[in-house]
């Protein structure tokens, strides 16, 4: 543990010299950092504690500077820093009604625009954020959509997935995978999943992943009650609505049975982790929906390039 510690550590002094374009900043450490390992052992997933040092070590190297940020006042101007250059966008602390943007390096900050106490979600590279009112607005806090954006940004920086009824959903309705840019038409992909009627207690089908580099999404949705409960994930390809692979978890029905599901960026490996209630455990999907990996624990998240992933003990609900 204290060599991947120092292997971290090492990577992440090696790298502040060579930030240069700060794209991709945390990917390029991970790499560098997870570099060291692979040249002295066969290149793997990593799911046990070497996973959960160097996932941690890259989030708090992205994020304290947006902890920094939050306890800073608020800037006095609107950010300047042109679209190429990504920014961490965040809830100005004393005004939670404003969006504040800073780079990753920390040096520079400003506000973006307004965007509503909650429900506030940006791209990957801060260039476009979407406001509580389902407004979608640029770094200048130009109107892009005025209204209905739900889901999820893709990695392309510009489309997001959503889904939406086919007709109405007083009786329950088929659910249909959309992709869209923020002001253009919608592209319906494929139907997926049901929305449950009115009066029904459980969610609709949600966007877990969006990857239109990738051409793939993954949707996951939950139905029935007890004693009957139901899960079930998709990979969908964005390009012609083709079911990649679909899977199914029957659980017996309990109050204290819960499923989560995570997936990486790209859609390519999909982890579903069951509580019922303890001790959780996860099973990781490849991107031919064959499982790769068996845990105990809940898989929280993947890295950029999916080749790590970081999971919660083992005890208590996802």
Not at 264 to 282: G, L, M, N, W, Y
Not at 290 to 301: F, N, P, R, W, Y
Request: hydrophobic share 40%; proline share 6%; net charge neutral.
């Amino acid at each position: 543990m204290d060599d991947i510690r120092r292997e971290v550590i090492d990577a992440f002094d090696k790298t502040q010299a060579e930030l240069g374009d700060l794209h991709g900043v945390r990917e390029r450490m991970l790499r560098g950092a997870y570099a060291g390992r692979s040249a002295r052992r066969a290149n793997r997933l990593q799911l046990a504690a070497a996973v959960a040092v160097i996932l941690i070590a890259a989030l708090v190297i992205g994020t304290f500077v947006l902890v920094r940020a939050m306890t800073q006042p608020s800037p006095a101007g609107r950010v300047n820093v042109p679209d190429s250059t990504p920014l961490i966008l965040y809830h100005d602390p004393t005004n939670a009604d404003q969006i504040d943007g800073v780079t990753w390096d920390g040096r520079t900050s400003g506000r973006i625009g307004l965007g509503g106490p909650g429900g506030t979600t940006s791209n990957f590279a801060g260039t476009l954020f979407a406001t509580s009112t389902g407004e979608v607005r640029d770094r200048e806090g130009r109107l892009v959509q005025s209204k209905g954006f739900s889901g999820v940004w893709a990695d392309d920086e510009r489309s997001y997935c959503f889904m939406f009824p086919k007709g109405f959903v007083d009786v329950g309705a088929p659910a249909i995978l959309g992709v869209a840019q923020p002001g253009k038409a919608v592209s319906s992909i494929a139907q997926i999943g049901t929305y449950p009627a009115v009066t029904g207690n459980r969610p609709p089908p949600s966007v877990v992943a969006c990857s239109v580099e990738n051409d793939r999404a993954v949707v996951f949705q939950g139905s029935g009650t007890a004693p009957n409960l139901t899960f079930q994930d998709w990979v969908v390809q964005l390009s012609t609505g083709r079911i990649l692979w679909t899977h199914t978890i029957k659980l017996p029905g309990s109050s204290s049975i819960a499923v989560a599901i995570a997936a990486s960026h790209d859609a390519q490996f999909v982890a579903e982790s069951v509580a019922a209630p303890a001790p959780s455990k996860a099973t990781i999907f490849g991107p031919d929906g064959s499982a790769i990996a068996h845990l105990e624990g809940t898989v929280d998240a993947f890295s950029w390039d999916g080749s790590l992933a970081v999971a919660s003990p083992g005890s208590g609900s996802p």
